[in-house]
């Protein structure tokens, strides 16, 4: 847990990024395009940028090579992108599974995990057919199942945002005030 964050300076401090972490269905693309906006940060998206790499889309790459060599090309992309100055990454909810992937962000990156109820992230999934590991019989239950299991480790998070009943603005504007307080 980081208690002390070097915010954006307009004297020439250390300006930290933020990588956004949480469960599919919490908001981190909707909330990062408003929160990279209002921050004048640049905005990437991990998965996007995976999909434009390999010329397809998360749904092909799992059907067609399986989760584990995903998650391979989420370390590498996670890695490349941890360089970053000055943005905004949005992550897919299994990133923070693997401890590389959040050693790399380690320094200069603030972590910021949206949360949700499992009936929350299912409304706001909705029929989707982009979630691979959401195909099945019982979403809501996969849903509780993943999340029970991924809890431990979107709670390392610097900060932990509630995003029910809140729409993307609201939430970058708590996130903002969260980092903020934390100075
Ligand atoms: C995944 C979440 C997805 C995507 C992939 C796996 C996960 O991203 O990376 O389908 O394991 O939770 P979003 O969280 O952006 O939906």
Redesign the pocket.
């Known amino acids: 847990m980081v208690n002390c964050f070097v915010w954006v300076n307009e004297t020439g401090g250390v300006v930290r990024n933020i990588v956004l972490t ?4 919490t908001g ?2 909707a909330v990062g395009k408003v929160l990279s906006q209002k921050l004048g940060f640049v905005l990437v998206d991990a ?1 996007a940028e995976i999909e434009k790499e390999q010329k397809t889309t ?2 092909d790459i ?1 059907n067609r090579l399986g989760e584990a060599a ?1 998650r391979d090309m ?1 370390s590498a992309m996670i890695k490349r992108l941890s360089v970053l100055k000055r943005a905004v990454l ?1 992550t ?4 923070v599974l693997r401890a590389e992937n959040m050693d790399a962000l380690r320094g200069n990156w603030i972590v910021v995990c949206l949360a949700a109820t499992p009936e929350t992230i299912l409304r706001r999934i909705g029929k989707s057919k ?4 959401l195909q099945v019989a019982d979403p809501l239950q996969k849903i509780r199942e ?1 999340y029970d299991f991924r809890r431990p480790y979107y709670e390392k998070a610097d900060i932990i945002i509630n995003t029910d009943g809140m729409g993307p603005l609201q939430v970058a504007e708590e996130i903002i005030k969260a980092v903020s307080s934390k100075q």
């Open positions: 949480g469960f599919m269905g981190k693309t998965d998360i749904t799992f995903f989420e949005s897919g909810g299994g990133a982009n979630r691979p590991l993943l």
